[in-house]
């Protein structure tokens, strides 16, 4: 089985399918600055020149923080093309505190926000980061959709839906893609990731790598000592293998971590070995 490691977003846009999320770099709860902002830059300027082109954040994150470090590290590279998703629909009261907030109101400021933050004039992908249940989703995905068409947003997503929501918003507006919590071994999407299979739309799986819970499994274990990988490389070898509409997006403020979850492009796993890793997941 011969794993594409680039993934067709438009006719204009072809993208790597390994990409970076932002969201680790700011402080503790996604909240303040980084400890050292210069190295949170110099991480985004490190994917960028290992070829990374796909570029997750949000202006929750922080709030704004990692969007400025990415509007730096974006300077520092005139001529990266990198394709950036961000995201709109959390207002944040403080560490680890996220609320859901759909006005339509709020949602155009978010979208000039993000805009402003990261020196863009227009957001490649704009995703709905939770659809708030107190507000019609038309009334959500209605605002985005005026900005589409005035020049500020090319394509639009969604994040953390059901198939049910999934299927009602492509009734009001284009989607392209769906980020929800997925990896090796919580797949409780799984309905939606075969949605998305089946539409040809982008599946971006945030918290790609469990952080850290997956180092604890024998299995996997056993399976990156044979490819001489870490836990970490096995693991996003196999999500990769999984699906060719999933782009995962594994963040981190180090790196040498960024350019390991990098080098997990080149393992190929054997049918044995991915059939082995797919059952950790179903138990």
Same mark, same amino acid.
């Given at each position: 089985?011969?794993?594409?490691?680039?993934?067709?977003?438009?006719?204009?846009?072809?993208?790597?399918?390994?990409?970076? &999320?932002?969201?680790?770099?700011?402080?503790?709860?996604?909240?303040?600055?980084?400890?050292?902002?210069?190295?949170?830059? #110099?991480?985004? =300027?490190?994917?960028?020149? /290992?070829?990374?082109?796909?570029?997750?954040?949000?202006?929750?994150?922080?709030?704004?923080?990692?969007?400025?470090? $990415?509007?730096?590290?974006?300077?520092?590279?005139?001529?990266?093309?990198?394709?950036?998703?961000?995201?709109? &629909?959390?207002?944040?009261?403080?560490?680890?505190?996220?609320?859901?907030?759909?006005?339509?109101?709020?949602?155009?400021?978010?979208?000039?926000?993000?805009?402003?933050?990261? &020196?863009?004039?227009?957001?490649?992908?704009?995703?709905? /980061?939770?659809?708030?249940?107190?507000?019609?989703?038309?009334?959500?995905?209605?605002?985005?959709?005026?900005?589409?068409?005035?020049?500020?947003? #090319?394509?639009?997503?969604?994040?953390?839906?059901?198939? =049910?929501?999934?299927?009602?918003?492509?009734?009001?507006?284009?989607?392209?893609?769906?980020?929800?919590?997925?990896?090796?071994?919580?797949?409780?999407?799984?309905?939606? $990731?075969?949605?998305? =299979?089946?539409?040809?739309?982008?599946?971006?799986?945030?918290?790609?790598?469990?952080?850290?819970?997956?180092?604890?499994?024998?299995?996997?274990?056993?399976?990156?000592?044979?490819?001489?990988?870490?836990?970490?490389?096995?693991?996003?070898?196999?999500?990769?293998?999984?699906?060719?509409?999933?782009?995962?997006?594994?963040?981190?403020?180090?790196?040498? /971590?960024?350019?390991?979850?990098?080098?997990?492009?080149?393992?190929? $796993?054997?049918?044995?070995?991915?059939?082995?890793?797919?059952?950790?997941? #179903? /138990?």
């Amino acid at each position: 089985m011969k794993v594409k490691l680039t993934y067709q977003l438009d006719s204009e846009l072809t993208i790597k399918r390994l990409g970076y &999320g932002t969201m680790q770099l700011p402080g503790p709860g996604v909240w303040g600055p980084a400890a050292d902002e210069q190295n949170a830059v #110099k991480v985004i =300027e490190t994917v960028i020149d /290992h070829g990374v082109n796909f570029i997750d954040t949000a202006d929750a994150y922080g709030p704004l923080y990692a969007n400025l470090y $990415l509007r730096q590290a974006l300077q520092n590279r005139p001529d990266s093309q990198v394709v950036v998703a961000t995201k709109v &629909g959390f207002t944040r009261q403080g560490p680890g505190q996220w609320t859901p907030n759909g006005r339509p109101e709020y949602l155009r400021q978010q979208v000039e926000m993000n805009l402003f933050s990261l &020196g863009l004039d227009q957001l490649d992908l704009l995703q709905l /980061h939770r659809i708030d249940p107190t507000i019609p989703l038309a009334e959500q995905l209605g605002v985005l959709a005026q900005m589409q068409q005035e020049g500020k947003i #090319k394509h639009i997503g969604l994040s953390q839906v059901t198939v =049910e929501q999934l299927a009602a918003a492509q009734k009001i507006v284009p989607i392209v893609s769906v980020q929800n919590r997925y990896n090796l071994i919580d797949r409780r999407d799984e309905d939606v $990731l075969q949605y998305a =299979e089946k539409h040809h739309l982008a599946f971006i799986p945030w918290f790609p790598l469990a952080t850290g819970k997956l180092t604890h499994d024998s299995q996997l274990t056993k399976i990156a000592a044979k490819y001489q990988a870490t836990p970490a490389q096995i693991a996003l070898a196999w999500l990769l293998q999984r699906s060719d509409v999933i782009l995962p997006i594994p963040g981190t403020k180090s790196s040498d /971590h960024a350019l390991q979850n990098i080098a997990a492009t080149k393992i190929k $796993l054997s049918t044995a070995d991915f059939e082995l890793l797919d059952q950790l997941g #179903k /138990h």
